[in-house]
């Protein structure tokens, strides 16, 4: 029903910058209502990060990195961007997107919300 790609991992210096993309596709009879940006480290549960509401583009963030990550939606694409800055050691870890389909979604970010994922892309910020 809903398909999730993301790319634009990679290994950055802390401080620098990377652009996260998420491409969404879906059945014609399902429409996403949020999607989601989370981040997964090793042997940890998924963090949620940012969040945008489809129809209004409402986005929500974590505290940890309000300031510093932005998510956007490119309609013309189907995309949904986590432009990350001022990256930290501890931002490694591997990302996911996340549609919710059921409208679930808060401003307190879960990932039980969640119901599709993708593969997810690393990011590594060497300390």
């Known amino acids: 029903q809903v398909r999730l790609v993301e790319s634009g991992g990679g290994s950055v210096h802390a401080g620098g910058s990377l652009r996260l993309s998420c491409a969404a596709s879906?059945?014609?009879?399902?429409?996403?209502?949020?999607v989601g940006w989370f981040l997964q480290a090793p042997g940890k549960a998924p963090e949620g990060l940012a969040i945008i509401r489809m129809w209004s583009y409402q986005s929500y963030y974590a505290d940890s990195v309000k300031g510093r990550f932005t998510i956007s939606r490119d309609s013309t694409k189907n995309t949904i961007d986590l432009l990350m800055n001022i990256l930290k050691p501890e931002d490694t870890a591997m990302y996911y997107c996340?549609?919710?389909?059921?409208?679930?979604?808060?401003?307190?970010?879960?990932?039980?919300?969640?119901?599709?994922w993708g593969q997810g892309t690393q990011v590594t910020v060497p300390s």
């Open positions: 996340a549609a919710d389909i059921t409208n679930l979604c808060s401003s307190n970010i879960r990932a039980a919300d969640f119901g599709d």
């Open positions: 879906v059945s014609s009879y399902v429409s996403i209502k949020f």
